[in-house]
C-alpha cells in the first residue's frame, strides 16, 4: 500500500479479494477484543457513574438530615430557652409573692408588737381595762437545751371556743347544756367584738399600718427595681416541690435555696390547703418562710409516712421547721445545698452533710451520748430526748412526737415513798403486758390470728398517736385548736377525755385498747394540767366536772406533779431499769421474734419499711394507705439490734474521784479558806469562772473602790485526771490571790479610775465579767455608757453608749461556744438594752469594724422608776428585770413584754433577781421578802427573812437557792419550796456578793470586810437527806 502511486490503485487494491483475505484473517481478533474491551469499559463506566449518583445521593440525603437535626436542635433550644425564661419569671413571680407575704406577715407582727408596747398594762397608753386583752396564752415554739417547749406566749387567736361547746353539747349533752352553750357562745363573741374594737388604733382597718396588695403591685410598676429588694442575695441554687409539716398541716409549696437563704412559699391554689381551717393556719409557722444559712444550727434526715423523704432544720431562734420531698435524691441535693452543720454540737458528732444523710442507727452508734448517760453526765430525761429525736420523733408531725415511758404506778396514796420497788412500773414490759389478765388476752389474739389480708399483732393501737398528744395537750393552745380540728370542731366526750391522772393509769392497765405510753410535758410541763382559758369540757357520768386534770393526792399543785415525776424518772429504780424500755421501743425488742417474745407487735403499717408508697400508682388506692399510716400512728426508727447497755450504778461511780455522785466527808469543815485582800474596800462582785479548759480559771473579784483581782483557781482533791490536775497542787488551797494585787506591784493595772455618777451606790449589779474571764464590763459613769476593760492590762477597750440616763445596772446569760453571749444593760431611764457580746471579737456588737456604735439587739420598755436588778436566760431567751419599784417584767430576748410577776402584798420593792434555766425566777424583795416564781408568771412560793439580801444564787440545776446578806450568815434553801437546807456558820462581816465554782462544790463569798471566804458546798447530800418522801 505504501508503494501505491495513486489513489486509484489504493482503492483497487483494497477492495481487492487477497485485502479482504488479509483484513478477515489479521483484523478480526482484535476487532472483537476492541468491542469486547468497549464493552467492558461501558460496564465499568456505567457501575461508576451509578456509585458516584449514589455517594452524591448518600451525601445530599446526609446534609440533609443535618440541616433537619439542626432545624429541630434550634427549635428546641428555642422551646428551652423560653421555658426556662418562663420558669424564671415564674420563680421571680414566686419569690416576689413570697417576700410580700412575709412583708405583710411581719408587719402585722409590727403593728401587733407596737400595740402590745403601747397598750399593756405597763405601756405609755395602758390602763388596767386592758389587761383583759391578755387573759389567752399559748405554749411558744422555742425550745430549751433539753427540747423542752415551756414558755407560753401571749395568744392573739385565743378563745374559750364557746362553738366547740355549742357542738360538743348538742352531741353529748342534754337540752339545758345546749341552752347554756349558746349563751356562752353569744358573751363569748361580744367580748370578742370589744376586744378587737379596742385593739384598733386611730383607722377601721390594716390600711392604717400595711400597704395594701394592689399598692404593691402599683410600686412594683413603677419602681422596675423593686423585685431586687424582695429578692434574696445569690441565684436560686436549688427549687424544688415540697411539703411543709407542721402540727396537722401538710401544705404543698416550693422550696427554693440560694447561697445564703431558704425560701418556702405554700401553694395557696391547692385544694387540700384550701381546705384547711384558717384557726389551724393561724397557729403555722413557715408557710412563706424565709430562713438564713447563718441561722440554721442542725439537719435531721426525717421519715414521713414511713417514708425516708423527709428532713428536719433546727434554727438559731430554737425552733425547728420540717420538709417533706418527692424523694431521696432530692433529700441529698437539698442537703448538699445547705450549710455543713451536720445534726449540730449536742451529740459529739462531727458537722458533715454525711451526718445530716446517716440513719438514725449510724447516729446512735457514732454519737458519744450513750456513755454520758452510762457514767451519769446526762440525766434520764436529756438521754430520752436524744433517742427520740435520732430516732425521727418531732414535734411537727402529732404521728411521730417524742414518746417516754409511764414510771410510777402509785397515784393513790397521801404520801409517795420513792425508795420502794412496789411504787415503780416493771419497765422491761411493755405498758399492754404489766396486767397479767390482759396480757393472756393479748398473747391469745397474736396466736389466734386467722386474717390472712394482715400479719399478727398483739396490739391494734399504738402506744403514741397524734390522737393520743393532742388528748394529753387539749387544755393549752395551739392543741386545743388542733384537737378541735381533727375532731370535728367539737370537745371529746368527757368521760374520754383526759381528766385525772390515777383514772389514765387506771384505763391504760384495764382497757385492751388504751396502750398509751407519756410525753415528755409530763415531766416538764404543769400547765398542761391547768384549764386555764375556762374551756368547758363537759361533766362525765359520774357527775364530776371536767376542768383541771386531777392530780394524785401526793402531788398538791401541778408543779409538785411535774417536780415529782421528774425525780422519779431520774431515781435509781428507774435508771436500773431504763435500758430495758429502750429495747423495748428504739432496741432489738421492737420487731422480730423477741418483739413477739416481749408482747411488744403492734400494727405492720406502724413500722418503718412496712410499705413503700411510691410503688402504689392508683392515687385513690395510695391516700388511703396514708391515711391508715396516719390513723395507727408509727412506731420509731429502730436504734439498735443488740441489747442496750445498763447504766452504771451510782456506787459504782460513788467511787470514782470525779464523779458529781459523790459525797463529801459530812465531817468536812464547811470554810476552806478566807483570802483577805490588803485593800480594805469591801468586794461587791465575785465571778468564779473556773473551768479546767480557761487559760486563766480564775476567780475575779471587784472592790466598792473598783479595784479588782483575778485569782488563780487551782484544781483541788477530788479532780484527779482533770486538765491542769498535778499532785504537787493536790493539797494547795483552791484560791491563788493575784499577785499583782498580793506583791502590791501592778496595781495600776487592776485599778479602774475613769469616773462613776456620784450617785451611783456600786454594788455587784454594776460589774460583769466574760465567762473567759478576760474582760470586766462596767457601769455607772456619768456619761450614761457602760465600759469594757481588759482583765490583763486594766485597759479600756470599748465604751458603749444607748440609754438616756446613767446605767444602773449590768447581766450577763451564759455563754456557749465561742464565749459568745447577751449582755443586758438597765438604766435611771426606765428601760434596758440587750447587747451582744462577740467571743470572738471579745467586743459588744458583731461587727469590729462599727464597734464604736454598736446597735443593741432589743429595747426592753414598761417599767416607771430607775431599772436596779435584772437577769437574762439564753437558754429560756428571757430577760427578767426590776426597778425601784414595781412589779418584775418579762421580756423575750426579742423585746416583747410578755407579763408583770406580781409579788404579794409589800413585795413592791425588787433588789435582787436570780433565774435558772429550770425555770425557776427568785425574785428578793426589800426588807427580807423572798417570791419563787415560774417563768409563765405563777407565784410558787415566798417567805420572809429576818436578814438583809445581798446576794443571791440558784445551784445549777435550779432546785437549790444560797442567800447571804449583812447577818454574814451564808443559808441553803430548796428553791421551790424555801425549805431551809442548811446553815453555815455566821462570819465576821457582812456578804456582798457570791458565786458558785462550775463543778458546784466550792462557794465564793465576797465580804464587806474586803476578804472572800470559800465555802464547801455539797447540795447532793441535802438532795439525798431531804427529798425521798412526798
Request: proline share 4%; charged share 20%.
Amino acid at each position: 500500500m505504501k508503494s501505491s502511486t495513486s489513489v486509484v490503485e489504493l482503492v483497487m487494491l483494497l477492495c481487492s479479494q487477497e485485502w479482504q483475505n488479509s483484513i478477515q484473517k489479521n483484523a478480526g481478533l482484535a476487532f472483537i477484543e476492541l468491542i469486547n474491551e468497549g464493552r467492558l469499559l461501558c460496564h465499568a463506566m456505567k457501575d461508576h457513574i451509578v456509585r458516584v449518583a449514589n455517594e452524591a445521593e448518600f451525601i445530599l440525603n446526609r446534609q440533609r438530615a443535618e440541616d433537619v437535626h439542626k432545624h429541630a436542635e434550634f427549635e428546641s433550644q428555642c422551646a428551652q430557652y423560653a421555658a426556662d425564661r418562663r420558669e424564671e419569671e415564674k420563680m421571680c413571680d414566686h419569690l416576689i409573692s413570697a417576700a410580700k407575704h412575709r412583708d405583710h406577715v411581719t408587719a402585722n407582727q409590727l403593728k401587733q408588737k407596737i400595740l402590745n408596747i403601747l397598750t399593756n398594762k405597763h405601756g405609755a397608753w395602758g390602763a388596767v381595762s386592758h389587761s383583759q386583752l391578755h387573759d389567752f396564752w399559748r405554749l411558744d415554739y422555742w425550745e430549751d437545751d433539753l427540747r423542752r417547749r415551756r414558755r407560753f406566749v401571749r395568744n392573739a387567736f385565743g378563745s374559750t371556743h364557746a362553738e366547740a361547746l355549742l357542738k360538743s353539747a348538742v352531741e353529748y349533752g342534754t337540752e339545758e347544756d345546749v341552752v347554756k352553750s349558746k349563751k356562752a357562745f353569744r358573751s363569748q363573741a361580744i367580748v370578742n367584738q370589744n376586744s378587737e374594737t379596742e385593739l384598733m388604733l386611730e383607722g377601721d382597718d390594716d390600711a392604717v399600718s400595711l400597704l395594701q396588695e394592689k399598692e404593691i403591685d402599683n410600686l412594683a410598676v413603677l419602681v422596675p427595681f423593686l423585685p431586687k429588694l424582695f429578692i434574696s442575695r445569690g441565684p436560686v441554687v436549688l427549687s424544688t416541690p415540697a411539703q411543709l409539716i407542721a402540727p396537722v398541716v401538710v401544705a404543698k409549696g416550693t422550696l427554693s435555696i440560694t447561697t445564703t437563704e431558704i425560701y418556702f412559699e405554700v401553694d395557696e391554689d391547692d385544694a387540700a390547703f384550701k381546705k384547711i381551717d384558717t384557726k389551724v393556719l393561724a397557729y403555722t409557722e413557715g408557710l412563706h418562710g424565709k430562713w438564713m444559712f447563718s441561722e440554721i444550727r442542725a439537719v435531721f434526715s426525717r421519715r414521713y409516712l414511713l417514708q425516708n423523704t423527709a428532713l428536719e432544720v433546727f434554727m438559731a431562734n430554737r425552733t425547728s421547721v420540717m420538709f417533706n420531698f418527692p424523694d431521696q435524691a432530692t433529700v441529698k441535693k437539698v442537703v448538699y445545698s445547705l450549710p455543713r452543720v451536720g445534726v449540730g454540737t449536742s451529740y459529739g458528732l462531727p458537722q458533715a452533710r454525711r451526718i445530716s444523710l446517716a440513719t438514725p442507727r449510724q447516729l446512735y452508734k457514732s454519737s458519744n451520748m450513750t456513755q454520758r448517760w452510762q457514767r451519769r453526765e446526762i440525766s434520764n430525761f436529756e438521754y430520752l430526748m436524744f433517742l427520740n429525736t435520732i430516732a425521727g420523733r418531732t414535734y411537727n408531725d402529732l404521728n411521730q412526737y417524742p414518746v417516754f415511758p409511764w414510771v410510777l404506778t402509785n397515784y393513790e396514796s397521801e404520801e409517795l415513798d420513792l425508795t420502794l420497788p412496789g411504787n415503780f412500773r416493771d419497765l422491761s414490759k411493755p405498758i399492754g403486758a404489766l396486767n397479767p389478765k390482759r396480757a393472756v388476752f393479748y398473747a391469745e389474739r397474736y396466736e389466734t390470728w386467722e386474717d390472712d389480708q394482715s400479719p399478727p399483732y398483739h396490739y391494734n393501737t399504738h402506744y403514741s398517736t397524734a390522737t393520743s398528744a393532742l388528748s394529753w395537750l387539749v387544755r393549752i393552745e395551739p392543741f386545743t385548736t388542733f384537737f378541735l380540728n381533727a375532731n370535728d370542731g367539737k370537745f371529746d366526750h368527757p368521760d374520754r377525755t383526759f381528766s385525772s391522772i390515777a383514772r389514765s393509769w387506771r384505763t391504760s392497765q384495764r382497757d385492751t385498747s388504751d396502750v398509751k405510753e407519756l410525753i415528755p410535758e409530763f415531766y416538764y410541763l404543769p400547765e398542761m394540767f391547768v384549764n386555764s382559758n375556762g374551756y368547758q369540757l363537759g361533766v362525765r357520768e359520774d357527775e364530776v366536772v371536767v376542768n383541771d386534770v386531777d392530780l394524785p393526792p401526793w402531788a398538791k399543785k401541778p408543779e409538785d406533779f411535774v417536780r415529782i415525776n421528774r425525780m422519779a424518772l431520774e431515781s435509781e429504780f428507774v435508771s436500773c431499769q431504763l435500758h430495758q424500755w429502750i429495747d423495748l421501743i428504739f432496741g432489738y425488742k421492737q420487731r422480730g421474734p423477741e418483739a413477739v417474745r416481749a408482747l411488744n407487735v403492734f400494727h405492720y403499717l406502724t413500722y418503718e419499711g412496712s410499705v413503700n408508697l411510691d410503688s402504689i400508682t392508683d392515687p385513690v388506692l395510695r391516700e388511703a394507705m396514708e391515711a391508715q399510716i396516719q390513723n395507727f400512728g408509727q412506731t420509731p426508727s429502730q436504734l439498735l439490734i443488740e441489747p442496750h447497755p445498763p447504766r452504771s450504778s451510782a456506787m459504782h461511780l460513788c467511787f470514782l474521784p470525779q464523779s458529781p455522785l459523790m459525797f463529801k466527808d459530812q465531817m468536812q469543815q464547811d470554810v476552806i479558806m478566807v483570802l483577805k485582800f490588803p485593800s480594805n474596800s469591801p468586794v461587791t462582785h465575785v465571778a468564779a469562772n473556773t473551768l479546767p479548759h480557761l487559760t486563766i480559771p480564775a476567780v475575779v473579784t471587784v472592790t466598792c473602790s473598783r479595784l479588782f483581782a483575778v485569782n488563780r483557781w487551782h484544781n483541788t482533791v477530788g479532780l484527779r485526771g482533770a486538765p491542769g490536775y498535778s499532785l504537787d497542787q493536790a493539797h494547795h488551797l483552791p484560791i491563788e490571790m493575784d499577785p499583782l494585787i498580793a506583791n502590791n506591784s501592778g496595781v495600776n493595772k487592776r485599778q479602774i479610775t475613769d469616773l462613776v455618777d456620784q450617785s451611783i451606790q456600786i454594788n455587784a449589779h454594776c460589774f460583769v465579767v466574760t465567762a473567759d474571764n478576760r474582760y470586766i464590763l462596767i457601769c455607772g459613769f456619768w456619761d450614761k455608757s457602760f465600759r469594757v476593760y481588759s482583765t490583763e492590762t486594766g485597759k479600756l477597750t470599748q465604751i458603749v453608749f444607748g440609754h438616756w440616763d446613767v446605767v444602773t445596772c449590768l447581766a450577763r446569760s451564759e455563754s456557749y461556744i465561742g464565749g459568745d453571749c447577751y449582755i443586758v444593760s438597765g438604766s435611771r431611764d426606765a428601760t434596758l438594752l440587750l447587747w451582744y457580746w462577740s467571743g470572738r471579737h471579745h467586743i459588744i456588737g458583731d461587727n469590729p469594724n462599727s464597734s464604736d456604735y454598736p446597735a443593741p439587739r432589743a429595747v426592753l420598755t414598761g417599767h416607771d422608776h430607775e431599772v436596779v436588778c435584772v437577769s437574762v436566760c439564753a437558754e429560756l431567751g428571757l430577760v427578767i428585770s426590776g426597778a425601784k419599784e414595781g412589779p418584775c417584767l418579762v421580756h423575750t430576748i426579742t423585746g416583747d413584754l410578755l407579763r408583770a410577776l406580781e409579788g404579794p402584798e409589800n413585795c413592791s420593792f425588787p433588789r435582787l433577781i436570780s433565774v435558772s434555766s429550770e425555770g425557776h425566777c427568785i425574785i428578793y424583795y426589800e426588807r427580807g421578802r423572798f417570791s419563787n416564781f415560774s417563768i409563765n408568771g405563777k407565784l410558787l412560793a415566798q417567805m420572809e427573812i429576818n436578814d438583809s439580801t445581798r446576794a443571791i444564787l440558784l445551784s445549777s440545776d435550779g432546785q437549790n437557792l444560797v442567800t447571804g446578806g449583812d447577818n454574814g450568815v451564808v443559808e441553803v434553801w430548796q428553791a421551790c419550796d424555801f425549805k431551809q437546807l442548811y446553815i453555815y456558820p455566821g462570819c465576821d462581816a457582812g456578804i456582798r456578793a457570791m458565786d458558785l465554782s462550775h463543778d458546784q462544790r466550792t462557794l465564793i463569798t465576797g465580804m464587806a470586810s474586803g476578804s472572800i471566804v470559800a465555802f464547801n458546798i455539797d447540795f447532793n447530800r441535802w438532795h439525798y437527806e431531804h427529798q425521798n418522801r412526798y
